[in-house]
């Protein structure tokens, strides 16, 4: 039988057109990562409090919510910060604690324009900057050889609290505590009881304190997580696996209900 070149021509043809659809559905299937917000609602029980738009870092520092911005972004911070007001109703949220389970996830990002939209309310907010390694708040605002930081406080080279509060650029009424120079032992001291007296310190000082951690959940947040009342996850699409969110919940989760054993 001899081949008949016309019906070969249209399988290929064929073939060629389908084989890209193929591919491209065999990675979406592949794909463990977060893309959609129904994404985090398929697999996870905690409360979704909203979504930020992607922000192209033209604004200073970081900072893009004002008294009297009206740009997409600083409307989902008002609109995260009505929803941690929902919240609220059923219980007191003062200290709010942001984490993430992977680094470059928006955290600091996150932090600094919730610290502003909730000063935007004639609230007193700190913004403590706990990513005692990477230090990224405390780079950002130009403070990454100020001496006056956290750890000078803990490790008692300081005494006062107010000594280590330092007005920000932010937005008017949102103080930061700057990391200081990075210690041997960080663990150690975020365990120790000079941060407790340090946390019960700023809750009578402030409305809300805003805790700027390390990524993941190791022991240096362990102590920090038994003082938040709250927990905030940023989570960017397309780059955060969902695996690794499922993990941070269950470890935090896990660690409360041990804390609240305690």
């Known amino acids: 039988v001899s081949p008949r070149p016309a019906y070969i021509f249209i399988i290929a043809v064929i073939v060629a057109l389908l084989l890209p659809f193929a591919i491209i559905y065999i990675a979406e299937m592949l794909n463990s990562k977060v893309r959609t917000r129904h994404d985090i609602e398929e697999v996870i029980s905690a409360p979704f409090l909203g979504d930020i738009p992607y922000h192209n870092g033209r604004h200073e520092r970081g900072i893009v919510v004002g008294e009297h911005s009206r740009d997409t972004v600083s409307e989902a911070f008002r609109m995260l910060r009505a929803n941690l007001s929902f919240m609220a ?9 942001v984490t993430s389970s992977v680094p470059h996830s928006g955290k600091t990002f996150v932090s600094m324009n919730l610290a502003a939209t909730l000063a935007a309310t004639d609230k007193r907010v700190v913004i403590v900057d706990l990513d005692l390694r990477r230090r990224t708040l ?70 809300y304190i805003i805790i700027d951690c390390s990524p993941s959940l190791g022991m240096m947040t362990i102590n920090v997580l038994a003082a ?28 409360k209900r041990q804390l609240n054993r305690k």
């Open 89 to 97: 109703i059923s219980k007191s949220i003062n200290v709010i604690m």
């Open 138 to 207: 405390t780079k950002q605002m130009g403070h990454r050889n100020d001496r006056r930081g956290l750890t000078s406080y803990l490790s008692g080279k300081i005494n006062l609290l107010n000594d280590i509060i330092s007005e920000s650029s932010i937005a008017e009424n949102v103080d930061i505590i700057y990391s200081g120079p990075l210690p041997p032992n960080p663990a150690e001291m975020l365990m120790s009881e000079q941060m407790d007296s340090l946390m019960r310190e700023l809750r009578g000082l402030y409305d």
């Open 228 to 255: 938040a009342d709250s927990v905030l996850i940023p989570v960017q699409t397309a780059y955060l696996p969902v695996k690794g969110l499922e993990q941070l919940l269950t470890t935090i989760y896990k660690v």
